[in-house]
């Protein structure tokens, strides 16, 4: 049997498309190293390597790997079996508690990815609102579903397909794209089509084209724009939920929209997604409505233990702002180091760009040098410390990232970057 993660990199290589199961993981050079087990702040390799963690499960891991308080709760949970095909106390408990938090919090309704949150967003804006076109900006990321498959960031980006192969012609023409941060483009866009667009979608803050912040102004000017023509402004909140505060980016920007999908943290790192808006239009989903959504999964057993709990320890923990305050101080200390790539930061999401532009919208992110991005990570990975492989994601702190471990790893940046 193989044992390190090249030798199982060429095993995976003959059953998976590109050895992997979701494609950001291939672009881990020269191979992906396969990760044995993690805790806290750490993954560790199957050669037994330690890795201070920055992409934490792509978003989820606001505790760090393995949380003891989590995992015991679910450990309890399974002794009670783990699919029921009905429903359980605990979807009541994590969905009052989210929607305690999350605006306009008059009911949910769970899925299993950020993916399938999306999905049902947009098809209960087109159900609610019965118009047909969708619109997204260049470079955000909502999932891999066909009408979202348009200009879209992350690994679309990083692998050279914004557009994917398989989605029709009929059915992308039905997305419309703007400039992420310009609010011109998006004028446009609603003088032409104003009254048939049932929904602008958005990520507050960009996370899929490295970390990308919203101009003063940009995101209250959605809201007014969607507000004017009668569509429906969908927050995609799949990373920044219970990240940027526990109200997430509306709560951080102060800007109201009309439906929220969720992910990643709400599930504690098991699959997710919900989507949440106000009763009136939460109700034409199935079975009280004719939008149609439904799912074998939806509200998993244990999915619901772990994001119940992962929530509790977040209040109780002070969470947000210890992983915030981690992302600050390795933010500050790679620029005392006079460090002078572009940084983009918003609380514990951070990335570095290697350009000394601004980086405001896709076409800035696409224009910084990827290849020496690439470079980087992989001789961070030499030194015991592992970021995103791609420039098209967000770094992420956790309530684990110490300082001790800040202060290595920013020692450990300005080392490769020294030697760049
Ligand atoms: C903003 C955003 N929306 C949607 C998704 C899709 O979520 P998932 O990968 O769980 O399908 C992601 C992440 O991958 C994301 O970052
Ligand atoms: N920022 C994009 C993701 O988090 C997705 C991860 C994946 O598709 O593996």
Not at 32 to 40: I, L, Q, S, T, W
Not at 108 to 128: D, F, H, K
Not at 153 to 174: I, M, R, Y
Not at 192 to 215: F, L, Q, S, T
Request: aromatic share 10%; charged share 20%.
């Amino acid at each position: 049997m193989a044992e390190s993660s090249r030798e199982l990199f060429e095993e995976a290589k003959k059953i998976f498309p590109g050895g992997v199961n979701s494609p950001v993981r291939a672009a881990v050079k020269p191979y992906p190293f396969f990760v044995k087990y993690a805790k806290g702040a750490y993954v560790y390799t199957e050669e037994g390597n330690r890795l201070i963690d920055y992409v934490l499960g792509y978003g989820p891991l606001i505790l760090g790997h393995a949380n003891d308080y989590v995992l015991n709760k679910i450990k309890e949970g399974l002794n009670n079996g783990w699919l029921f095909g009905a429903p359980n106390k605990n979807e009541i408990n994590l969905g009052k508690k989210i929607i305690s938090y999350v605006k306009p919090g008059g009911k949910i309704r769970y899925v299993n990815s950020g993916t399938e949150a999306t999905m049902t967003a947009i098809r209960l804006a087109r159900g609610y609102t019965n118009r047909k076109y969708l619109v997204k900006f260049d470079g955000c990321y909502h999932g891999s579903h066909d009408s979202v498959l348009v200009q879209a960031g992350s690994a679309a980006t990083e692998f050279g397909v914004p557009n994917t192969l398989g989605v029709p012609n009929d059915v992308a023409k039905l997305t419309l794209v703007a400039k992420y941060n310009d609010l011109n483009s998006l004028e446009n866009i609603f003088r032409n089509y104003g009254d048939e667009i049932a929904a602008v979608i958005v990520e507050p803050v960009i996370g899929n084209m490295g970390v990308i912040k919203p101009n003063k102004d940009f995101l209250q000017g959605l809201r007014k724009i969607t507000k004017d023509y009668g569509s429906l402004l969908i927050f995609d909140e799949v990373i920044t939920g219970f990240r940027l505060s526990m109200g997430g980016a509306q709560k951080y920007f102060n800007i109201d929209a009309d439906i929220v999908t969720l992910g990643k943290i709400i599930g504690g790192g098991f699959p997710v997604g919900a989507v949440v808006s106000k009763s009136e239009i939460m109700d034409y989903i199935t079975p009280e409505g004719k939008v149609f959504n439904a799912g074998t999964f939806n509200a998993h057993p244990i999915t619901m233990i772990a994001g119940l709990y992962t929530l509790e320890f977040m209040e109780k923990n002070n969470v947000i702002d210890k992983a915030s305050n981690s992302a600050k101080i390795l933010n500050e200390l790679l620029l005392d180091y006079g460090i002078e790539y572009t940084i983009n930061r918003v609380e514990s999401m951070m990335q570095i760009f290697f350009t000394d532009k601004e980086i405001n919208n896709a076409d800035d992110a696409r224009m910084a040098n990827k290849e020496l991005y690439t470079k980087f990570h992989e001789s961070l990975i030499n030194k015991g410390v592992f970021i995103p492989p791609s420039q098209f994601e967000t770094m992420f702190t956790s309530y684990e990232h110490n300082e001790d471990i800040i202060n290595y790893t920013a020692e450990k940046i300005k080392e490769v970057i020294k030697g760049m």
